[in-house]
């Protein structure tokens, strides 16, 4: 079983930045896949960010290429989200997820093939 607790949510002006973590407990994770996704108010969950096992892939949806980073540090069990340049459409609860796998491989986009999520974190971008 693997507990994820996302923290670094908060109120932002648009242009800012804000750096989102998820801290593991109860497992590693570094056999882990590790995906964020988000949530906005009325409208569906939709896939933000993902990063393989090794930290050697990663995936982000076309709306935040270039402003977002996502990255890992497995010794500290943690997993992170560099928000950059937010947009008032970036505000949403972020949440994170992990993929338990076998072979270091792109890492996945769909939220059903995570198997442990976050309680979330909200972010506001205002304008």
């Known amino acids: 079983q693997v507990q994820l607790v996302e923290s670094g949510g908060g109120l932002v002006q648009a242009g800012g930045s804000l750096r989102l973590s998820c801290a593991a407990s109860?497992?590693?994770?570094?056999?882990?896949?590790m995906g964020w996704f988000r949530q906005a108010p009325g409208k569906e969950r939709e896939f933000v960010a993902a990063?393989?096992?090794?930290?050697?892939?990663?995936a982000y949806t076309d709306s935040v290429k270039g402003r977002f980073i996502i990255s890992r540090d497995n010794g500290k069990n943690t997993v992170y989200l560099q928000l950059n340049s937010l947009k008032p459409e970036d505000t949403a609860v972020y949440y994170c997820?992990?993929?338990?796998?076998?072979?270091?491989?792109?890492?996945?986009?769909?939220?059903?093939?995570?198997?442990?999520w976050g309680q979330g974190t909200q972010v506001t971008v205002s304008s």
């Open positions: 109860g497992r590693t994770l570094s056999r882990y896949a």
């Open positions: 997820a992990a993929d338990r796998v076998f072979v270091d491989r792109t890492p996945p986009m769909n939220s059903n093939e995570y198997d442990y």
């Open positions: 990063l393989s096992w090794s930290g050697g892939s990663t």
